[in-house]
C-alpha cells in the first residue's frame, strides 16, 4: 500500500482533508486517529479478503479465538486516559 514514509503521510494528509475539510495541524487528535484506523483497515482488508478467498477455495477449516479483554474497553470511560 505504501513505498514509504512520505507516501504514507502524503495520503493520510489527504484523507484529513477530504473527510474533515482542514489540514492535518487543524486537525484534533481524534480525527487524526480515525483517518490512521480507516488506513489501517483498509490495508489489511485486502490481505483479509485473499485470506478468506484462499480458505473457501481450498476447503479449509478456520478457528476464531476472542479474547476477554477486548469486553474491557467499557470500562475505559472510567480511565482517566480516556478524558
Known amino acids: ?33 480515525l483517518i490512521l484506523g480507516e488506513m489501517i483497515r483498509d490495508y489489511a482488508a485486502e490481505s483479509w479478503m485473499n485470506c478468506k478467498e484462499a480458505v473457501t477455495k481450498n476447503e479449509e477449516k478456520q478457528v476464531f479465538y476472542f479474547s476477554m479483554e477486548f469486553l474491557m ?7 482517566k486516559l480516556m478524558k
Open 1 to 33: 500500500m505504501f513505498t514509504n514514509k512520505d507516501e504514507f503521510k502524503k495520503q493520510f494528509c489527504e484523507r484529513l482533508v477530504q473527510t474533515y475539510g482542514r489540514s492535518a495541524e487543524k486537525c484534533d487528535p481524534t480525527e487524526k486517529y
Open 73 to 79: 474497553g467499557r470500562l475505559l470511560t472510567n480511565n
